[in-house]
T-cell receptor
Framework: GQNIDQPTEMTATEGAIVQINCTYQTSGFNGLFWYQQHAGEAPTFLSYNVLDGLEEKGRFSSFLSRSKGYSYLLLKELQMKDSASYLC???????????FGSGTQLTVLP | EADIYQTPRYLVIGTGKKITLECSQTMGHDKMYWYQQDPGMELHLIHYSYGVNSTEKGDLSSESTVSRIRTEHFPLTLESARPSHTSQYLCATGTSGNTDTQYFGPGTRLTVL
């Protein structure tokens, strides 16, 4: 089976940096995804990591360590619109599907 | 423009009614998925398809059924709606190849009275 853990809630201040962690246990790991989901809306794709290391995309970066079963999403220069749920998802090579974590609800305060 | 469409966006219906939630895409993707998500809760895969005439059940048991007669279209049907079916239903498409990136439609919020 698969087990994905991420914090339930986080709070940060506008303009700050926040790191959202995700740990996973799975067999046949194929890649790790981060999605953003605003309340009442559909998830939108943020990043995909398959190799160890950091992938940077503007204000958002995602890191993966396959040996540790660990990833994080780094958000810089936080804006109010970044208040959302951030979903960590894992894909396996044997089953071309995604398994989603419960999500981390990020609140950005002025 | 490549996109994923879901209709209706909101539906309020009485118990026992038959409903079909529509999902269509112009992404050109072979893979399509249906997820169920209650407010503030995680996404659960209920159905998926890797191509025409291919459908499988997902991790979460569901009383709904799906069909995939055309690549672009992946409707979900509930023969007899119940209050326990109240939820948000999200359709997604996925690329072929080595990555499994999925892209989501806007969702249908279903309320069964």
């Amino acid at each position: 089976g698969q087990n994905i853990d991420q914090p339930t809630e986080m709070t940060a201040t506008e303009g700050a940096i926040v790191q959202i962690n995700c740990t996973y246990q799975t067999s046949g790991f194929n890649g790790l995804f981060w999605y953003q989901q605003h309340a009442g809306e559909a998830p939108t794709f943020l990043s995909y990591n398959v190799l160890d290391g950091l992938e940077e995309k503007g204000r958002f970066s995602s890191f993966l360590s396959r040996s540790k079963g660990y990833s994080y999403l780094l958000l810089k220069e936080l804006q109010m619109k970044d208040s959302a749920s951030y979903l960590c998802a894992v894909s396996r090579s044997s089953a071309r599907q995604l398994t989603f974590g419960s999500g981390t609800q990020l609140t950005v305060l002025p | 423009e490549a996109d994923i469409y879901q209709t209706p966006r909101y539906l309020v219906i009485g118990t026992g009614k038959k409903i079909t939630l529509e999902c269509s895409q112009t992404m050109g993707h072979d893979k399509m998925y249906w997820y169920q998500q209650d407010p503030g809760m995680e996404l659960h895969l209920i159905h998926y398809s890797y191509g025409v005439n291919s459908t499988e059940k997902g991790d979460l048991s569901s009383e709904s059924t799906v069909s995939r007669i055309r690549t672009e279209h992946f409707p979900l049907t509930l023969e007899s709606a119940r209050p326990s079916h109240t939820s948000q239903y999200l359709c997604a498409t996925g690329t072929s190849g080595n990555t499994d990136t999925q892209y989501f439609g806007p969702g249908t919020r279903l309320t069964v009275l």
